[in-house]
């Protein structure tokens, strides 16, 4: 009986933890990737014998939408511009931090931090103003210099680089107490043998503190890739995918066609397509690091 007991014990443990991911995860995923096979509407919500069942034709008319392709475009700029930006900054802040010494830089940390738990939607309305062409901040310190106004939010190209400016500077600080936190668990020791040994600072962050913290390099990487494919919030309120859907992202594209076009059939294929692809960047990432892994051993 009491061996019995500890074998449904681990079981016992993590079954609240199951029980939430098959009911708010799994079981939606299922549910949707059905409605993706399906002409599903607000009128089928209504009348469930208005609902058909057309096979792949969602996925066909998803992957040939001409507003489809543009969001790839933009999430994909958005993805390699912002992420490797995020990575670097976020790490680049949590060194200075680590090793600064005075307390200005835990003001530092407070000030890079807040921003991570601010509501993204106030930010971006705060922002909005910051980026106005006629009475934004942004534009009057550059006619303080006697520059011209820079069309933040009314170019589309410019408009891509205002929504990652605003999101690298958001995203930066969960990053960065992730990374202070690897930071912190590196032992004291490695530098002082440096030290002995007449390294300098530079070179003993990337002799010594990078190499060690290629895991959490690597977690922040995934995890903020992912974040970036899901890019949603910031063009939604600050420019609604506009210019030209220029800033249109693909987590817009199905917002838009689900909720304000109530196209959820064809929403839900273009979900999916944004769900396989993230698996397979992120398999490909992990198979780039266990690769590195076994190049180090």
């Keep these: 009986m009491m061996k019995k007991q500890g074998i449904l014990a681990p ?146 190209t410019m408009a891509k680089i205002s929504l990652i400016i605003l999101a690298i500077w958001k995203a930066i600080g969960i990053n960065m107490i992730i990374f202070l936190a690897a930071l912190q668990g590196i032992p004291k020791e490695y530098y002082e043998a440096a030290e002995i040994d007449g390294a300098n600072r530079w070179k003993q962050i990337t002799k010594i503190t990078i190499p060690l913290m290629s895991f959490s390099i690597f977690f922040v990487s995934v995890t903020t890739l992912i974040g970036w494919f899901q890019f949603f919030e910031e063009p939604l309120v600050m420019t609604k995918g506009g210019p030209l859907d220029g800033t249109t992202s693909v987590a817009l594209f199905i917002y838009r066609n689900g909720f304000q076009y109530s196209k959820f059939g064809y929403a839900a294929a273009g979900s999916f397509i944004l769900f396989i692809s993230i698996i397979i960047v992120t398999a490909i990432q992990f198979k780039i690091q266990n690769r590195h892994e076994k190049q180090g051993m």
């Excluded at 399906?38 to 609902?51: C, E, I, K």
Aim: proline share 5%.
């Design 11 to 156: 079981f016992l443990f993590i079954f609240p933890a199951l029980t939430l991911l098959l009911l708010f995860s799994i079981i939606p995923i299922i549910v949707a990737l059905i409605i993706s096979f399906t002409d599903l509407s607000l009128a089928g919500l209504a009348d469930w014998s208005r609902v058909h069942f057309i096979g792949w034709n969602n996925y066909k008319s998803v992957l040939t939408d001409t507003v489809f392709a543009k969001a790839i475009g933009n999430t994909l700029f958005y993805v390699i511009i912002g992420v490797p930006l995020v990575v670097a900054f976020s790490l680049a802040i949590a060194i200075m931090i680590n090793f600064g010494r005075s307390a200005f830089f835990k003001l530092i940390r407070l000030v890079f931090y807040t921003p991570s738990i601010t509501n993204t939607v106030a930010i971006a309305v705060v922002w909005s103003y910051l980026y106005n062409p006629s009475i934004g901040l942004f534009n009057f310190i550059l006619a303080k210099f006697h520059m011209g106004p820079v069309p933040w939010l009314q170019d589309p």
